[in-house]
């Protein structure tokens, strides 16, 4: 699934999520324009995300996300990721953890 938020109009951000396997799915490429941060936009397609893959029976949704961007670590928190460990592809110059979140 791939969504498209607007704000004012004007293309604010974008989501990914991979197609459900195993009772799971995976949020990807999440994306908020600089003039659209901090307005609820990052929420929104979060949430978006969450209602699709419930919707579809998916009971964890997962994400990588690099350690050191703490902004998009808290706004996975504040949707109830919570830290599972180092991400799987340990090879980017840029560490990622893996979250995940419960959606039963």
Known sequence: MNAIATFG?????MVGATAPLN????LVSLWVAPT????????????EVADWARSRG???????VRAANL???ALYRRHGFL????SPSGTDPHPE????RSLL
């Open 23 to 26: 009772g799971a799915s995976e």
């Open 36 to 47: 659209a941060r901090g307005k609820g936009v990052g929420d929104a397609l979060v949430e």
């Open 71 to 73: 902004h998009a670590v």
């Open 58 to 64: 998916v009971a964890i949704l997962a994400l990588n």
């Open 9 to 13: 109009g004007k293309p604010a951000g």
């Open 83 to 86: 830290d599972a460990g180092p």
């Open 97 to 100: 953890k893996r979250m995940s």
